[in-house]
């Protein structure tokens, strides 16, 4: 188990330690390899040779836990206002939000309209919406909100993690609904009564419901399976049982994030698999910037020597 990862969890939420890190140079430096950029011109020049290498993304304007409405309305005509853009740019890529960055804290019914607007506009410009999981606080408005979506649009993909005892059972009903979901492992410190802990269990719990989602009877409700992960492990299990049961590779895709294994993004890639790539940017990384660190306890070593070194 990876001690360090509660406290970074923890520390992703500390408005004290954020202002150590957002304002230290090197650690704004290091933290480019996950980040696009802070401006959306930078995320758009990554997601171009993405693109150019055969890898769709998908662009998050990064942002969580807004304080107000108004902040949210205006994370809202950004998210539009990005859409707009990937459509006049031509990219491939869609939109991935977080329903707290568009206010799930001031109630469903206000991020639900917010959402909507989003999905909206996104469906005029023929875009995908990916809606991000947060903290088990959120799951069940999250799950709520995207239902209410479903009954009128099929632009949209949720992601589901695979930590959570509860996942098996959100993942059949989407499967019945023919929706689409992006299955991740989970990067949120949740306790034992809800969520397995240890990485051997959370493996075991996506391979089981990765199989579910790769099911002939999921596939022939049309549901789109999307399988973000890193761990070759899974990845390797997913291109064999596609191979065993001649399952067409556009009818899936793998998903990876920004920094994180681009040999693996490129080599799905070339041999004709879809891959996307999340690919997040703005001014408000720090708390996506720890979950990334927390993931890993070697960066944090790499950090360290990288802070000792410099
Ligand atoms: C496209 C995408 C979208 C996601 N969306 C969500 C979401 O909405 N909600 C949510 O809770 N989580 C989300 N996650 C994060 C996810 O839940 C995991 O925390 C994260 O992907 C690490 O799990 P893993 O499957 O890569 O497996 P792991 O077992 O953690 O990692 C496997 C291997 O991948 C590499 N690796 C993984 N993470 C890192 C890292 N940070 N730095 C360097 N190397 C790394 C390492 O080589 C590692 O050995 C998303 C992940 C992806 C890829």
């Not at 408005?15 to 758009?44: C, S, W």
Request: aromatic share 8%.
């Amino acid at each position: 188990m990876n001690l360090l990862r509660p406290v970074l969890i923890a520390l992703s939420q500390s408005a004290r330690a954020r202002q150590l890190v957002i304002h230290y140079g090197p650690m704004r430096k290091l933290a480019r390899r996950f980040i696009a950029g802070e401006t959306l011109d930078e995320a758009i020049a990554v997601v171009k040779e993405l693109n150019r290498s055969g890898i769709q993304a998908t662009l998050d304007h990064l942002g969580e836990n807004v304080a107000s409405e108004q902040d949210a309305r205006r994370a809202t005509e950004e998210y539009q206002h990005l859409a707009q853009r990937i459509a006049h740019e031509a990219l491939q890529s869609s939109i991935s939000v977080k329903p707290t960055h568009v206010g799930l804290d001031f109630g469903e019914d206000f991020c639900y309209s917010q959402l909507r607007a989003i999905v909206h506009t996104a469906q005029q410009f023929g875009l995908m919406v990916e809606v991000d999981m947060e903290g088990s606080a959120y799951t069940q408005a999250t799950l709520n909100i995207v239902h209410q979506l479903l009954d009128h649009h099929c632009n949209l993909r949720v992601a589901l993690q695979a930590y959570l005892y509860r996942t098996e059972e959100d993942l059949k009903h989407l499967i019945t609904r023919g929706g689409s979901v992006r299955l991740c492992k989970g990067a949120y410190d949740e306790p034992s009564t809800i969520a397995w802990r240890s990485k051997k269990q959370v493996n075991a719990s996506y391979a089981r419901l990765m199989l579910m989602m790769l099911s002939e009877q999921a596939l022939q409700n049309g549901f789109y399976p999307a399988l973000a992960t890193h761990d070759h492990h899974l990845i390797l299990q997913a291109e064999r049982e596609a191979l065993r049961r001649n399952i067409a590779k556009d009818q899936f895709e793998f998903q990876m994030l920004y920094g994180v294994r681009r040999d693996w993004q490129r080599r799905l890639a070339m041999d004709g698999y879809r891959v996307r790539v999340y690919v997040p940017y703005g001014t408000q990384w720090y708390p996506y910037f720890m979950r990334r660190l927390a993931e890993r306890p070697a960066n944090v070593l790499f950090i360290t020597r990288a802070l000792i070194g410099g």
